[in-house]
């Protein structure tokens, strides 16, 4: 099973997904539904840092955008930059208050959990 964090209306949510190889529909019965009821989402919570929260990737993609300058202050779930990938553009917002300081510039491409800025 892979693990995929989406981000919606600037919560995050983690999500399964199960793989599955070749043509298998014959091979195997559908499988029963879970008895337990799916937990609540949970927000991923940035880790503190000396100065600030870190703000990290949810997926690879390539900055398109800065939102905010370098220092400015933003609100909470203020959108500070764009990253897109398969073609969509998405908001990344500040999961804190604070002050911005950014640690990549637009065309950077980047992987999941790559720091982006430090807000504080």
């Known amino acids: 099973m892979r693990k995929f964090i989406v981000t919606i209306d600037g919560k995050n949510y983690e999500v399964g997904v199960e793989e ?8 195997q019965p559908a499988a029963a539904p879970a008895a337990a009821p799916a937990p609540a989402p949970v927000a991923a919570a940035p880790a503190a840092v000396g100065a600030g929260e870190k703000l990290l990737s949810p997926f690879p993609g390539l900055i398109k955008e ?4 370098e220092g400015d202050t933003v609100k909470e779930n203020q959108p500070v930059l764009v990253l897109e990938a ?35």
Not at 20 to 27: E, I, K, R, Y
Not at 66 to 69: A, F, I, M, S, T
Request: a negative charge.
């Open 20 to 27: 599955v190889l070749g043509d298998q529909s014959a091979a």
């Open 66 to 69: 800065l939102l905010v300058k």
């Open 86 to 120: 398969m073609k969509m553009d998405n908001d990344i917002t500040a999961p804190v208050a604070g002050k911005v300081s950014f640690k990549v510039a637009p065309g950077d491409n980047v992987e999941t959990n790559t720091l982006l800025a430090v807000i504080g």
